[in-house]
């Protein structure tokens, strides 16, 4: 098995549970598209049953519930071991499986069927993309009480930090940032951008900006105009500006530039769209009907039609699609290399969010 630096490291973590060591927590720093999801695989393939009987992993949306669930039957990382995507909220989740897989809303709506069945089995809590919990909210109540339970916890990200500046729940801090130090229960497992980029576990990035001046009124009725680029007013501004034919302008650069890669460099090469609200991503879905562009939308109402288009964009489902227009839903955790144009259509670019 040819793993990844983190991975190999999750490996000889387990070796040490394996032979008595009392970790009871790992947290795994693992940069976006550096395969963090494959943990949970393996850790059900090295610590079942001697360690722990199931794993149960809780994701941030149904996406990336059902996107796990198939990370156990990758040809590339061969186990036996199977989850059941499911809410969870039922007498027997996994249904003959290993484990299963939540989200941490069907955790915060009914906890008590998840503690139950914590209770029942010796658990191993993988919490993907953990960021979402804030400290002290209303969702941390219920997943504190499967940390309690669980016989070990992962607490992986490719974020380790909030935008709102709040603490990450069941994380330590020091200096106001999450303790990455090793203690005699904590292993800490890091995977960074560079070493992403040495394995090739994922591509270079080249951004293209455009800049522009927007001006608008505040509720106070002062009237403030300020380029995009501007650092004191970037979010304003880019809110104002993304809300007019900007952002057209913007989306046509984009599909110009997509289209001759896809000539010129690789012909299955997709585009994503990313809006900042719903509202405008059935505008700019729209748009691209118009122009005759064959495209999806997935928002965040996450219905089956979004779980349907991310399928067929993905090409698990057919017909298959090219390109993908997504509000606060297809981007977190999304696994599709095939993507090699984004259009970043959100004045919400905190710097571990690009």
């Known amino acids: 098995m040819n793993y990844r630096k983190h991975q190999a490291e999750i490996v000889k973590i387990c070796e040490e549970i394996l032979e008595g060591a009392p970790v009871k927590q790992i947290i795994a720093s693992v940069t976006p598209g550096g395969g963090k999801s494959k943990i949970p695989v393996i850790l059900a393939d090295m610590l079942i049953p001697k360690i722990a009987t199931k794993v149960v992993w809780i994701a941030p949306r149904n996406s990336l519930k059902y996107q796990g669930e198939a990370e156990f039957i990758d040809e590339r990382f061969p186990t036996n071991k199977r989850l059941r995507a499911t809410d969870g909220n039922e007498k027997h989740p996994c249904r003959g499986t290993d484990g299963y897989l939540s989200t941490y809303q069907a955790v915060g709506i009914n906890p008590q069927s998840h503690i139950e069945y914590f209770n029942d089995n010796r658990v191993i809590l993988f ?19 499967l940390r309690k339970r669980a016989v070990l916890v992962v607490d992986a990200s490719g974020t380790l930090s909030r935008g709102d500046g709040q603490k990450i729940h069941g994380l330590e801090y020091a200096d106001g940032r999450v303790d990455l130090s090793h203690r005699e229960s904590i292993r800490v497992v890091r995977y960074s951008r560079i070493d992403a980029l040495k394995e090739s576990a994922i591509i270079p990035v080249r951004f293209k900006t455009f800049d522009g001046r927007a001006e608008w009124e505040d509720e106070a009725g002062i009237r403030t105009a300020a380029d995009v680029s501007t650092r004191d007013y970037t979010a304003q501004s880019l809110f104002t500006a993304l809300r007019t034919e900007f952002a057209i302008q913007v989306l046509d650069c984009a599909l110009i530039e997509w289209k001759e890669y896809r000539r010129d460099e690789y012909s299955n090469a997709k585009l994503l769209v990313v809006a900042p609200s719903i509202k405008y991503a059935e505008e700019y879905y729209s748009y691209l009907q118009k122009k005759n562009e064959q495209s999806l939308i997935a928002t965040s109402a996450d219905t089956e039609s979004a779980r349907d288009a991310i399928d ?4 698990i489902q057919g017909p298959e699609t090219n390109i993908l227009v997504t ?13 090699t144009h984004v259009a970043c259509l959100t004045h919400i670019r905190s710097v571990p969010w690009l």
């Open 127 to 145: 919490l993907d993309e953990g960021h979402h919990v804030a400290d002290g909210a209303t969702w941390s109540v219920a997943i504190e009480e």
């Open 312 to 315: 067929r964009f993905k090409g």
């Open 327 to 339: 509000c606060q839903l297809a981007y977190e955790g999304l696994s599709v290399p095939a993507i």
